[in-house]
């Protein structure tokens, strides 16, 4: 298992597509892709889970990740988690 | 730790603020406790917990009306002297100029209610508990069968919301879909939610994102259900040996309390709602004292001892 804390970034409101376009990265891996932000936690695969962190820029976000691809997988979240520009 | 700040508990429960000194969002209450301070007021402060709210009710107003002047300052004062979160005083009373000093000397905030101590005193425990209990959120889906809440657990995409949906169909509840928010309300009682922004939306692969409230009406849904019992699905293992009987007792650890639990392989063409749905049936049937598998056990025996 591996974590890292990120800050999230975002240009825009945090619109349900880039939402959905993290899901969809989560979802490529085997691991079990966790998102922590203050006491609740929510399933990165799950778009409902990840909608319901309510997440604004700036917010800091424990990412863990547990599974055979795991390291590839925590890179792949938080850098998408980092950068500003989710349309790309 | 959880904590409620002043501010919710007066919208909560109606109270007129008489003073606040700019600390209803900065006091928090993190124990469910509440003290009528009757002996406090006699100036017995043994085993006092000043992080309590303070509750005086007709009995504490009359002692103190009884006191004599200089005494009946010393008393209030001992007791805001603490440090108290707040006093509510009930039925309406009539904060005394005396004890308006006082909390103005301690900057004590005082709040006022129409209702009766003691039916005050247990809503405020209740609500107390409820907001201040552990809790955790759980990736899974919560439903209500036959008055049973059923948690459902298991990885993404192994056909927990399209279950859901198919039994909200046939004339059950959803409470919530993908992330559920459990409370440990007692030393024996689970409560589920779904967080406020998510409520009672599901999310199908394929579809979107349906509005179950919208699409099938307000008896489709349910606020929050206390968890009876939790369903984990996963995928068909062929090497795994799977509970043929309904013998086996499992259990699922959720914020230190066991919750039965049922493991359910899934296959494709396996209608999983009818499954869950016998399934509260037949813990509803366990619940009230008939087992099937033990039942048949006895069918069993009977046979051979007849032969």
Redesign the interface.
Known sequence: MVTKTVIFRCDDDWQMKSAALLTQKASAFRASIFLGKDERRANAKSLLGVMSLGMIDGDELVVSVDGEDEEAALEAVTNYLEQADKDQ | MNSVRLREIISEFNLETIRDFGKLDTTEIAVADVTRPGLQLTGNFEHFGPDRIQVVGNMEMAYLNSLQEPERRTRISQLFATGIPCLVITRHHEASNVMMQCADKYKIPILRSADTTSSFTSSLVKYLNVELAP?I?M?GVLIEVYGEGILMLG???VGKSETALEIVKRGHRLIA???V?VRRVSEATLLGR??E??RH???IRGLG?LDVKELYGVSSVKMQENIHFVINLELWDEKKVYDRLGLQEESTNILGIKVPSITIPVRPGRNLAVIVEVAAINFRQKKMGYNAARALTDRVFRQESLQ
Request: hydrophobic residues 40%; charged residues 35%.
């Open positions: 809790r959120s990736h990885e993404s995409g879909d993908d992330l928010e779904a967080p922004i998510i939306l599901i999310e994102i």
